[in-house]
């Protein structure tokens, strides 16, 4: 028995091209998946983003005025703070400028009512308070109490580090209990860049958990641990304090238009005729991720504040690679682009084996259509038959979409490694005078943009004349792509000036790569 198929007919014809339509449409729907992704990724940045509530209501707390204490300079080669009786103020980062100028440092806790304050609750006697003034200067601070308790205190800054050890001697006949407490108290939220998480920041029983600054506008948290730290990270800056006696009690609250951030320990027991020492350790300084690892062993958890995200395994080598390769040219802009060329050459293989699996899916093209027409009603015969073409041309629907795969968590890193790097922080490039920042006069969105167009025009001019027809699925789906380069121009307008300049020169790399590959191919 002889099986007649109608290829002639309508309908056969219509399902062989609906067919046809929806494999053509495989890496067109993948392309345009990724640009909503990336546009939703950015517009939840935007609006999830860490900044002040306006609306948000707390209790307002008044904090004494010290403005009578004399105030002392300890100073170490990188950073010095201001000593105020309990209170550390005013951190100057001498190695880093606030603006692109240079003419000031950066300085950490210099608002009003800004201060970190290491004080103590005492029992059985009378404890310095904020408005205490003490003797001596130069990190070497004495008082006593009318109990003949003496309290003496002892500043060092080492690096970015403040150490702080308060001695207690008893010499009464009682017993009397000493409770050191430490408080951090600092302006309104500074929001950082989308993705960048920027707020409270607290080690407990050995995990570091972020409390961004939306959060804090809503309510009040607390955390019990036997040691740990706690302080405000903004993009670039940390101020972390670490108390060196166990079970504590650590808080977080907005007071007003402040935050802060208390910790209480556990009492320490002081005999008659004995003494005590209480330690404290602050970190004050830069977000960088070879200092905070400098000082982990001192702060225990400290090389864990930075948040890479979620392709953090690999932000950091990247962002370690960047920082290597600028050792040696001297400029991040330079540097960047030298690591563009190093993932494009890693990729090299990958991507040629896309350009030569889209070459060899435009010559089956007039195959595979014949066989979508042939067993359009016999759909298993279908995919076994379509299935041998792919391994007779050894190639598949998926392979040209595999650069694209790999370039999606490559750019999540990147964008992540460039904005927590301090170092890209001012970094100067040809026009542009922080990679870290959009491009102000929008030159390289536009040469990303017109890269993009280029590199498109090349992948459109090596297709058939069959694909060049109005009613080709193919046709309107080269009619929908000659969009994105506009959609990526303005959507990278606002991203930083680094990322775009990778983006750029990876599209470069990708057009002279694309030609390499064409003609070794012919």
């Known amino acids: 028995m002889v099986k007649v198929l109608d290829t002639s007919s309508g309908f056969n014809q219509w399902n062989a091209n609906r067919n046809a339509t929806e494999r053509r449409r495989t890496f067109p729907g993948f392309v345009l998946w990724f640009m909503v992704f990336m546009l939703s990724w950015w517009a939840i940045g935007l609006i999830m983003g860490p900044r002040s509530s306006e609306t948000a209501t707390s209790e307002i707390v008044s904090f004494a005025d ?24 005013d951190v100057v980062l001498t190695g880093f400028a606030s603006d692109t100028s240079g003419s000031d440092s950066v300085t950490l806790l210099d608002g ?47 690096g970015y580090l403040v150490r702080i050890s308060d001695t207690v001697r008893n010499t009464t006949s009682n017993t009397i ?96 005729g004995s003494t005590a020492t209480m330690d404290a350790v602050i ?21 864990e504040t930075l948040d890479y995200g979620w392709f953090w395994f690999l932000a950091r080598p990247m962002l370690w690679v960047l920082n290597g ?20 050459l890693m990729m090299w293989p990958l991507t040629r084996k896309s350009y030569t699996s889209m070459a060899a899916m435009q010559r089956m093209q007039p195959e595979l259509q014949r066989i979508q027409k ?48 301090v170092q890209m922080r001012h970094a100067h490039f040809l026009w542009i005078t922080d990679l870290s920042a959009m491009d102000p006069y929008f030159i390289l969105p ?40 506009v959609l990526f121009t303005v959507m990278f307008a606002w991203m930083p000036a680094g990322l775009v300049l990778y983006w750029t020169v990876s599209n470069i790399f990708g057009i002279i790569q694309m030609q390499i590959i064409r003609r070794r191919m012919k």
């Open 374 to 421: 042939l067993y359009a009603n016999d759909k298993a015969r279908l995919q076994m038959e379509m299935l041998k073409l792919y391994q007779t041309h050894h190639t598949s629907p998926m392979s040209g979409c595999l650069p694209m795969l790999i370039q999606i968590p490559i750019f999540f890193a990147l964008y992540k490694a460039l904005l927590v790097s």
């Open 177 to 272: 209990s000493v409770t050191p407490y430490a408080r951090t108290v600092r302006g309104g939220a500074t929001p950082g860049a989308a993705g960048v998480q920027t707020g409270g920041i607290v080690s407990s029983n050995g995990d570091v958990t972020d409390v961004p600054w939306k959060r804090l506008d809503k309510k009040s948290y607390a955390y019990s641990t036997t040691r740990g730290f706690a302080g405000f990270a903004d993009q670039y800056w940390q101020t972390v304090v670490s108390l060196n006696t166990p079970d504590q009690t650590i808080s977080f609250k907005r007071s007003g238009d402040l935050y802060t951030s208390d910790t209480a320990s556990g009492a320490v027991m002081v005999a008659p």
């Open 66 to 89: 010290a403005s009578s204490v004399p105030v002392s300079t300890v100073s170490s080669d990188v950073a010095s703070v201001s000593v105020r009786g309990l209170r550390i103020s």
């Open 283 to 303: 970190y004050a300084g830069p977000r960088d991720q070879s200092i905070l690892n400098s000082y982990d062993s001192v702060i225990s958890g400290l090389g």
């Open 112 to 158: 009003d009512n800004e201060f970190i304050e290491l004080g103590m609750i005492t029992t059985g006697t009378t404890a310095p308070v904020a408005t205490t003034v003490w003797s001596g200067d130069n990190g070497e601070y004495k008082w006593r109490n009318s109990d003949g308790v003496e309290f003496v205190r002892t500043v060092r800054v080492e």
């Open 446 to 485: 536009i040469l990303m943009g017109a890269t993009m167009w280029l590199q498109q025009r090349l992948q459109s001019a090596s297709r058939s004349r069959s694909a060049t027809r109005g009613d080709d699925a193919v046709a309107q789906t080269q009619r929908m792509m000659k969009w994105m380069p």
């Open 325 to 344: 390769i600028h050792h040696l040219v001297m400029n991040y802009g330079v540097a960047i682009i030298i690591m563009t060329i190093l993932l494009r």
